[in-house]
């Protein structure tokens, strides 16, 4: 199709490009079957209300974050996988099926923790993102309140008015609705206020630079403060450190997630955590994971 077009010393013509556009294709089509050839997995990562140490900080839930391992290409990571569903629109499918899944197996878990599931913009705006999150939540037995939905700011920008009324019907069912890595875009006060989100998750950005950048931690304890005075509770994300958990318990931030606390996993390496049996394992992650 693109052919050499050479003017002067100017090469239009990359083969480079080409090949990208190729890869991207077959990308694209492997992507289109691999919730069908059950490639397609969620690990769960505990979010936990902020103790001053790992030992004192309670595992109060987890969010489910896909994963997607090809038999050639080995793990690709979501960073990768989820722009491509959404550019080419599966995203949608697999995030129904990311949906179901992770309330399928909250609903199983003997204690009722809380789950954290990512949408994507995508998902707001094709079909009726309400009427499939209450179809999966009749379907799996989960109550609503044990769900939790994360949005990254933006999403909802695009259409004010829309956006607003889509979280008060998400809301109406019961289950509650988290603003994904603040700060790290192009969130605004008017967004925080205009918007009812119960949550705030301060982006892993800010977390890894405190004790490196003093306006790190001016930022955390501002979001803070704006968040409880608007009633929304805030967790952090990212952390990594005793020093970060320390801060961020002094600062009163309500819960945090991050490698410190456990890494994403496959559930069954939580076991103990969800209250089914293999306690020794969860203590091994978590010391060594
Ligand atoms: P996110 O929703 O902000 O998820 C948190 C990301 O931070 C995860 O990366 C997690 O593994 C990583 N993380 C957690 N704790 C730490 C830490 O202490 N240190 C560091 N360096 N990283 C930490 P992951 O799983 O690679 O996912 C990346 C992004 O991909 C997610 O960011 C989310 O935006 C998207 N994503 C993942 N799963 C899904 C999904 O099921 N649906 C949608 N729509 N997006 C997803
Ligand atoms: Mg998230
Ligand atoms: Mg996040
Ligand atoms: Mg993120």
């Known amino acids: 199709r693109a052919k050499a077009k050479s003017r002067g010393s100017i090469t239009f013509y990359e083969p480079e490009m080409d090949q990208q556009i190729r890869d991207r294709r077959v990308l694209h089509q492997e992507l289109s079957v691999a919730i069908k050839h059950g490639e397609l997995s969620l690990y769960f990562q505990p979010q936990a209300s902020s103790g001053h140490t790992v030992d004192s900080s309670e595992i109060i839930g987890f969010e489910a974050l896909a994963r997607w391992h090809n038999?050639?290409?080995?793990?690709?990571?979501?960073?990768?996988?989820?722009p491509l569903a959404e550019e080419s629109g599966m995203i949608v499918e697999m995030g129904e099926w990311?949906?179901?899944?992770?309330?399928?197996?909250?609903a199983s878990?003997?204690?009722?923790?809380?789950?954290?599931?990512?949408?994507s913009p995508a998902q707001f705006v094709h079909g009726d993102l309400v009427a499939l999150v209450h179809s999966i939540l009749l379907e799996t037995g989960l109550a609503p309140g044990r769900l939790e939905l994360e949005i990254t700011e933006?999403?909802?920008?695009?259409?004010?008015?829309?956006?607003?009324?889509?979280?008060?019907?998400?809301?109406?069912?019961?289950?509650?609705?988290?603003m994904d890595d603040f700060g790290s875009g192009y969130s605004s006060l008017s967004y925080l206020q205009?918007?009812?989100?119960d949550k705030i998750k301060i982006d892993r950005a800010f977390v890894m630079n405190l004790g490196r950048n003093p306006q790190s931690a001016?930022?955390?304890?501002?979001?803070?403060?704006?968040?409880?005075?608007?009633?929304?509770?805030?967790?952090?994300?990212?952390?990594e450190t005793q020093e970060q958990l320390g801060f961020l318990a002094e600062q009163g931030c309500d819960s945090v997630q991050g490698y410190l606390l456990g890494k994403p996993l496959p559930i069954d390496k939580y076991d103990g955590v969800v209250g089914r049996a293999h306690d020794d394992v969860v203590e091994t992650v978590r010391k060594t994971g």
């Open 71 to 82: 038999p050639v290409r080995g793990f690709v990571p979501p960073s990768d996988f989820i």
């Open 98 to 106: 990311i949906l179901r899944e992770a309330c399928r197996e909250a």
């Open 109 to 119: 878990w003997p204690k009722p923790l809380q789950v954290a599931v990512n949408l």
């Open 154 to 178: 933006g999403v909802l920008i695009e259409d004010f008015d829309r956006g607003v009324a889509l979280l008060r019907r998400l809301k109406a069912l019961g289950v509650r609705v988290s």
């Open 194 to 197: 205009a918007f009812p989100f």
């Open 218 to 239: 001016a930022i955390i304890r501002a979001v803070i403060g704006l968040g409880h005075g608007m009633n929304m509770s805030i967790v952090a994300e990212g952390v």
